[in-house]
């Protein structure tokens, strides 16, 4: 039976060092404030940047809310990112996704000066994350490394496959991991022999989007599986990618849903938003 890795309480260590970081920070004059943006009313939206305040109150940095009406323009928009890439009170930046129709989600990102890109979208920290440079990572595939790391799972010269190929996800996991000294492959919907290419890794990371995809047969036996994604079945119970019944008597390790890398992904936002205040 696999060994739980326990986002919950990794996040929370995470989340408490860097609450003794902004203390010390604060001692030396420096404060720290994100500025969160929601266009429309969106409940997921609105729960998932609620939580990211919150986070900020916890470890004792500000939090500045712009919550714009559905029908906001996309200069009206750009005018406020705009002002707040120029505010030097703020250090980090934050436009929650998705956006409405209307507005162009590209330009939005581009708009945000990089280094107050605490999201790391910003095609320059995705550069930076291709060549090795310093910049913001996206939190979600940090926040997976610190769970590998945090689990003593060894990486370098492991197989991992990745499963899914999304800009916020897919895309810098396999970096991540490549940075890692892993040895890389990535998967998506139009692969061939996925489940034999799935069979190959020591470390499984699915981020599909499909809900219980992966099912036992994909999953090498002692493999580290990590499970991204988040679905609701029909009786309202969260459910990942991975079918986690048939997975956990195959994986050596393995993240829950919930409280697997969902609790991660803020954790390593604070974690960039303590960045950007000692940059
Ligand atoms: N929507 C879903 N996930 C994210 C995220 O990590 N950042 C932002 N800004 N929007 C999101």
């Known amino acids: 039976m696999a060994q739980i890795i326990d986002g919950k309480k990794i996040s929370a260590e995470i989340k408490e060092e860097l609450k003794a970081k902004v203390a010390q920070l604060k001692e030396q004059g ?50 406020l990112i705009d002002e707040l ?16 129709a209307h507005i162009d989600e590209k330009t939005i990102i581009n708009a945000i000066s990089p280094k107050k890109d605490v999201d790391g979208f910003h095609p320059e920290n995705v550069g930076s994350l291709t060549i090795g440079q310093e910049g913001f990572v996206s939190c979600t595939p940090a926040g997976i490394i610190e769970l590998l790391k945090r689990s003593d799972v060894e ?37 061939a022999n996925l489940k034999e290419v799935c069979c190959n890794a020591d470390i499984l990371i699915v981020a599909i989007g499909k ?8 999953i090498k036996e002692g493999a580290v599986v990590i499970d991204v994604g988040i679905h609701r079945d029909e009786n309202n119970k969260l459910a990942g990618d991975v079918k986690y019944d048939e997975a956990e008597v195959k994986a050596s390790k393995i993240t829950p849903v919930p409280g697997g890398v969902g609790p991660m992904t803020i954790a390593m936002l604070m974690n960039n938003c303590v960045e950007a205040m000692t940059r």
């Open 85 to 100: 890439n120029n505010d030097k009170s703020v250090n980090g930046i934050l436009v929650q996704l998705p956006v409405p």
């Open 211 to 218: 809900k219980e995809f992966i099912t036992g047969d994909y």
């Open 155 to 191: 990486i370098a010269g492991k197989n991992c496959v990745v499963v899914g190929r999304s800009n916020i996800v897919g895309k810098p996991m396999a970096l991540l991991m490549l940075r890692e000294n892993a040895t890389v492959t990535i998967t998506h919907s139009r692969t």
């Open 30 to 79: 420096i404060e720290g404030t994100l500025a969160v943006i929601q266009v429309g009313n969106d409940p997921a939206s609105s729960v998932y940047v609620n939580n990211k305040k919150r986070a900020c109150e916890f470890i004792g940095i500000h939090s500045k809310s712009f919550e714009l009406p559905e029908e906001t323009t996309q200069e009206e928009l750009l005018k």
